[in-house]
Nanobody, 122 residues
Framework: QVQLVESGGGLVQSGGSLTLSCAVS??????????LRWYRQAQGKERELVAA????????YYADSVKGRFTISRDNERKTLNLQMNSLKPEDTAVYFC?????????????WGQGTQVTVSS
């Protein structure tokens, strides 16, 4: 059974930094095959993709709003996904979700964490 558990959220002042982590349970071989993403959802807004990383860890994607400030990374040995967030702005305030998917038996299996709150004060 695959489960995703986020941690590292909290309250920070504008300009500060936070690091989010997502621990993924299950077989390491499954983690190796997972495409991983961070999404966020601000109050009253739709969930949006913040950053993504491929299975190798070499190809990354960032939303324009976080490019140059956030860094996504994965640790295949520890089965964790991380998001280093620097120069935080009040508009980064949201619940951040970890997402993982992989192909198995011709279908895509998709998993979500429960979310962690990030609040940036001005």
């Amino acid at each position: 059974q695959v489960q995703l558990v986020e941690s590292g959220g909290g309250l920070v002042q504008s300009g500060g930094s936070l690091t989010l982590s997502c621990a993924v349970s299950g077989f390491r071989e499954v983690f190796y095959a997972m495409r991983l993403r961070w999404y966020r959802q601000a109050q009253g807004k739709e969930r949006e993709l913040v950053a993504a990383i491929d299975t190798s860890g070499e190809i990354t994607y960032y939303a324009d709003s976080v490019k140059g400030r956030f860094t996504i990374s994965r640790d295949n040995e520890r089965k964790t996904l991380n998001l280093q967030m620097n120069s935080l702005k009040p508009e980064d305030t949201a619940v951040y979700f970890c997402n993982a998917d992989y192909s198995s038996g011709g279908s895509i299996r998709d998993y979500w964490g429960q979310g962690t709150q990030v609040t940036v004060s001005s």
